[in-house]
């Protein structure tokens, strides 16, 4: 089948969200996937159709562009770019920006550059210069560039502003991520008119990517009061300092977009006046790691599923696979998550194994040789990285599957 988001179920389910019943879901699901052979991974596009959905009613009518890295499925973001409110790709490294390209007019690499060959081929095509824009926080950067393919011998590059939305706390300071080097208002305005003097560039947007709130998970059960009083302050604070900061920017040149936000931020970066555009992309496939905020709920469209090998013990089960951990810091949370059968848990001295992952649990007993269990990823885009293709999957029918970037040949980072 071809994906397509605004069509009809294909199996119509007995209740409006299946994955609130998770035993009929989770069998459904293994229903599906019967006849496909070793480990599988699958899209519930039922369960896609309800986030991608659920993402523009929460953007309040502020277009969402899609943020590649936590997808890394062409057809997925075709089939999200064709639902009303979504506008544009949010792109992770330039040789991805450059292959999109080819079918899309309106990408935005989220981070800098310094790739020198896919810079190059940049400078070299200006067709495709019309639709990227690079990220820069430095003119260093746009040295590079410079020393790449000098203007006015190249095509224009287009650039946006990373500016940083991290809050700098009186008593507690650096509040989240560390992205760029420019933070208020006087920065801001410094480096864009470095960037309007330059020859060869041309700065048409801001982005401003608040980790501390769209990333921070507020339903964890421990300490939720102390991050919810952090995410309101910072959120008021951010505020202020995005208008001035666009206000200041709109002085020097002309902006076609001011982008902000993540899946975990969307209400309130949406409600800035500021902010003409917000980004999405895990909050599609739902990694577990979204499981835990109050302002949402994402229905777990991206699985695994890894088979059991063998039994060591009555209630451990082992299967095939499982080591598929998430970037960030080295803890419990990057594991996967075991869905189905309810109430596994990986051991605490082995957790999810390179090759094979024992699971304990008494769900384990009723487990057999070649039993399948589902794992969902911490993450959402992540996942790709490790198979080649998606099966699709509706209620308990296979519907097809897709190509992820790598079963395309692609492994850009």
Do not use: C
């Amino acid at each position: 089948m071809s994906l397509d988001l605004l069509a009809e179920p294909v199996s119509q389910p007995a209740i409006a969200e299946p994955w609130r019943d998770p035993a009929r879901y989770w069998r459904s699901r293994t229903d599906a996937v019967a006849s496909a052979a070793g480990p599988v991974a699958s899209i519930d596009v039922d369960a896609l159709r309800h986030n991608a959905l659920d993402l523009v009613v929460r953007s309040s009518g502020v277009p969402i562009r899609v943020a590649s890295k936590s997808i890394r499925v062409r057809e997925v973001l075709d089939a999200t770019l064709a639902v009303a409110g979504y506008q544009g790709i949010l792109a992770f490294t330039l040789p991805e920006a450059l292959w999109l390209a080819d079918t899309h007019d309106d990408i935005v690499l989220g981070y800098p550059t310094v790739d020198r060959a896919a810079l190059a081929t940049l400078a070299a095509d200006e067709h495709k210069a019309s639709r990227i824009t690079l990220m820069v926080d430095d003119l260093a950067q746009l040295d590079l560039i410079d020393a790449i393919a000098a203007a006015p011998a190249r095509a224009t590059i287009r650039v946006a502003i990373d500016a940083d939305a991290s809050w700098r706390a009186p008593v507690l300071g650096h509040i989240g991520v560390r992205r760029s080097p420019v933070h208020d208002a006087s920065e801001v305005a410094r480096l864009a008119r470095g960037i309007v003097a330059r020859a060869g560039f041309r700065l048409v947007g801001l982005m401003m990517y608040e980790a501390q709130i769209a990333g921070q998970p507020d339903d964890t059960g421990s300490g939720d009061a102390v991050i919810r009083w952090m995410q309101r302050r910072s959120g008021q604070e951010l505020l202020d300092r995005r208008g001035a900061i666009v206000a200041g920017l709109r002085e020097i040149t002309q902006l076609e977009f001011v982008n902000g936000g993540g899946t975990g931020s969307l209400e309130s970066t949406a409600s800035d006046l500021a902010v003409t555009e917000t980004t999405a992309g895990s909050g599609l496939l739902a990694g577990h790691l979204f499981d835990l905020y109050r302002a949402f709920s994402p229905a777990p469209a991206a699985a695994f599923a890894l088979e059991v090998v063998r039994k060591p013990t009555p209630d451990i089960a082992t299967v095939l696979g499982g080591g598929w951990i998430a970037s960030g810091p080295p803890v419990a949370s990057r594991q996967p998550l075991p869905a189905w059968p309810a109430g596994l848990h990986t051991l605490a001295r082995e957790g999810a194994g390179e090759v094979q992952t024992p699971l304990q649990g008494d769900a384990a007993r009723g487990l057999k040789i070649g039993d399948r269990t589902w794992f969902r990823h911490a993450k959402s885009g992540e996942l790709a990285e490790r198979v080649d293709h998606y099966l699709l999957t509706s209620g308990d029918q296979l519907v097809g599957e897709t190509a992820t970037y790598r079963g395309e040949g692609k492994s850009f980072l």
